[in-house]
């Protein structure tokens, strides 16, 4: 019986804490998905297809992406190939990137091997060990780009800026190529409609037959081989995973209630002590519970001095450090339960059942983690908190003998 309590309280926690938002969180993802809103997905792996009408946000290990998305794609993974349509903004970050996507806004990408063989619409941004822009490439804005090797197979409409040891031509490009590089290279075939304007050791090699209409501006300097991204001002991977603060409020919220819902399983009696205490020291639980916090750590280290004065002391100074930071972990959820009694408890015997002490305390966890959208005030919270489950823990263990509560219902077993 106390386990079924335990675990409908903790599925309880989940439900109420949980953020509502089309987000999934898991190890292996493979969805075909038909929906008109956004999608945000945390996994391992993680394999999309079909059509996301908003902006699709997705963080994981290897991610296939293969669906028509009406707004922007933000990725960040080890191995990232996209696929289909992107009605918005692409921005990948990862190890190796495959884009063959058919791009309508600007793209971003960052990774050790970048790949691209899809039209993008807009501008092109893209840092990496190697960036390869295929036959299929074209950019309809300008194209920015820095590596140790860059390969243009595709087309652009506006300039290119490039930056990379060595830098291959055998596309072509409506506009000027500006290069940093040890070698350029144009093939026979390829078309550049501008100026290349070089600056490097090496004059660029222009073979039989390419075109270069606005002729060559050689600037001959050394080459610094290596990633200098100061002027590299396009890249913008804004992951916006959403959302972050709710996220990490539940965690701490369903940590904290758990850690509570054992304690209070495993000693009831002890957890009516300490509320009772704390109904009838309002004001001095807060303030010892505010000076054994602020004293703590000499706390610990005299104990730790003084366990160490003995063979078997020694022994119990690992027990020591655990207590100490079992009881101040501990004192937050205290505390909200202490809150939640005095707020919510109107029984007359003076004591809440199992059920409704649960219920109260998760009640004030929730609205204590709430109060985080505000970080001043949310911390003011948790300090409050933690001095008054402190203070009346510290008053139960001295002197709760002498005053026993009311007896309370304890979960049968």
């Not at 992951?239 to 495993?266: R, S």
Request: aromatic share 8%; hydrophobic share 50%; proline share 4%.
């Amino acid at each position: 019986m106390l386990m079924k309590q335990i675990i409908l309280a903790a599925g309880l926690a989940v439900a109420l804490v949980s953020p509502v938002s089309a987000q999934v969180i898991g190890g292996d993802i493979n969805m075909n998905v038909d929906r008109d809103d956004d999608l945000r997905v945390f996994a391992g792996d993680i394999d999309i297809t079909g059509r996301i009408g908003g902006s699709l946000r997705a963080v994981g290990g290897d991610i296939n992406i293969d669906a028509a998305v009406g707004e922007d794609v933000h990725l960040g993974g080890g191995s990232v190939r996209m696929s289909g349509t992107v009605g918005g903004d692409l921005k990948i970050a990862g190890g190796e990137l495959d884009v063959d996507a058919a791009v309508n806004g600007d793209a971003d990408l960052a990774g050790g091997f970048v790949h691209v063989n899809g039209p993008i619409g807009g501008s092109l941004h893209a840092a990496a060990g190697v960036v390869e822009l295929d036959t299929e490439f074209t950019a309809g804005n300008d194209v920015e780009a820095v590596g140790e090797q860059i390969i243009l197979r595709g087309s652009i409409a506006g300039s290119a800026d490039m930056t990379a040891d060595e830098i291959t031509i055998e596309g072509r490009i409506d506009g000027d190529l500006e290069t940093y590089a040890r070698y350029v290279r144009v093939t026979p075939g390829a078309v550049i409609t501008g100026q290349i304007i070089h600056r490097g050791p090496n004059e660029p090699d222009v073979g039989e037959g390419a075109i270069v209409t606005g002729g060559i501006d050689f600037t001959r300097e050394s080459y610094v081989d290596e990633f200098d991204f100061d002027g590299f001002e396009g890249l913008d991977l804004d992951f916006d995973f959403v959302p972050a603060g709710p996220v990490i409020g539940a965690f701490f919220v369903g940590f904290y209630f758990l850690f509570f819902l054992l304690a209070a399983a495993l000693m009831p009696n002890g957890v009516a002590r300490m509320v009772t205490e704390f109904r009838q020291r309002p004001v001095v639980s807060p303030l010892i519970g505010f000076v054994t916090w602020a004293f703590w750590p000499i706390i610990l280290a005299v104990g730790i001095i003084l366990l160490a004065l003995t063979i078997v002391g020694v022994l119990l100074v690992p027990f020591w450090i655990l207590a100490v930071f079992m009881i101040l972990s501990l004192s937050y959820p205290f505390g909200a339960a202490a809150i939640g009694d005095l707020v919510f408890n109107r029984r007359r015997d003076g004591q809440l059942r199992f059920g409704m002490r649960i219920l109260t305390t998760l009640g004030v966890l929730i609205a204590a983690a709430a109060l985080w959208v505000v970080p001043p005030i949310g911390l003011v919270g948790w300090f409050v908190l933690t001095w008054i489950g402190l203070g009346a823990w510290l008053f139960a263990l001295g002197g709760g003998r002498d005053r026993q509560p009311a007896a309370i219902e304890s979960p049968a077993v």
